[in-house]
């Protein structure tokens, strides 16, 4: 059972376009949702993340918007250029001793020139 | 600082074969974690370790086996490799939450069962 459900599985953006990553979660008990990014061949690395006490987090192009009371949150990515092509992924923690993330399904995002 | 790394970065068994992953960080961080990526299923954490000679089960763990006889190090079993192994891992490390968040990924290792 995925506890964090991520949409699109796919998704292909215009050069100067808005890309919209959205997911939702099921366990109240998360407190804290980060975003990794992964290019070909890597390893994912922190993009941004967000805290349930805030709607909204912006950091350059990148924003986190997030929506308690419907358990869901969502990546957008302003004016997208190529070099953002990668793979996307949600993920949520709760405190626990281990620190551990749970991890949306991911969608790969291939911004056109 | 080398950060994470991973040996080896790629690994061809065949079904019943064991193997070792062997994961190292440089950060002196207290948490570490074992992975596996399948297309469509993001990351399912199989292993994880809150300091040396402690392991815990995660989402995924039959099958593996872990050990963490060093902070550095994290290791990673595979007793009788099977197909449905056949993945990439990943390994990340971070330090208690208390302190802060992130995890920090290695590049991986494919894991190819036949």
């Known amino acids: 059972q995925q506890q964090v459900k991520q949409s699109p599985q796919s998704l292909i953006v215009q050069k100067g376009g808005i890309s919209i990553i959205n997911c939702a979660y099921e366990n109240t008990a998360f407190d804290y949702f980060p975003w990794y990014q992964q290019f070909p061949g890597k390893g994912p690395a922190l993009l941004i993340a967000i805290r349930p006490d805030v709607s909204e987090k912006k950091e350059g192009r990148f924003t986190i918007s997030f929506n308690k009371s419907a358990k869901q949150f969502s990546l957008h990515i302003m004016d997208s250029q190529p070099g953002d092509s990668a793979t996307y992924f949600c993920a949520a923690s709760m405190y626990n001793a281990g620190n551990m993330l749970t991890f949306g399904g991911g969608t790969r995002l291939m911004v056109k020139p | 600082n080398a950060g994470v790394t991973q040996t080896p970065k790629f690994r061809v068994l065949k079904t019943g074969q064991s193997m070792t992953l062997l994961c190292a960080q440089d950060m002196n961080h207290e948490y570490m974690y074992w992975y596996r990526q399948d297309p469509g299923m993001g990351l399912r954490l199989i292993h994880y370790s809150v300091g040396e000679g402690t392991t815990a089960k995660g989402e995924v763990p039959d099958g593996y086996n872990v050990s963490r006889l060093k902070k550095q190090n994290f290791l990673l079993g595979l007793e009788s490799a099977a197909p449905s192994q056949t993945s990439v891992y990943f390994c990340?490390?971070?330090?208690?939450?208390?302190?802060?968040?992130?995890?920090?990924f290695g590049p991986g290792t494919r894991l190819t069962v036949t």
């Open positions: 990340a490390s971070s330090y208690p939450r208390t302190l802060a968040y992130e995890q920090y």
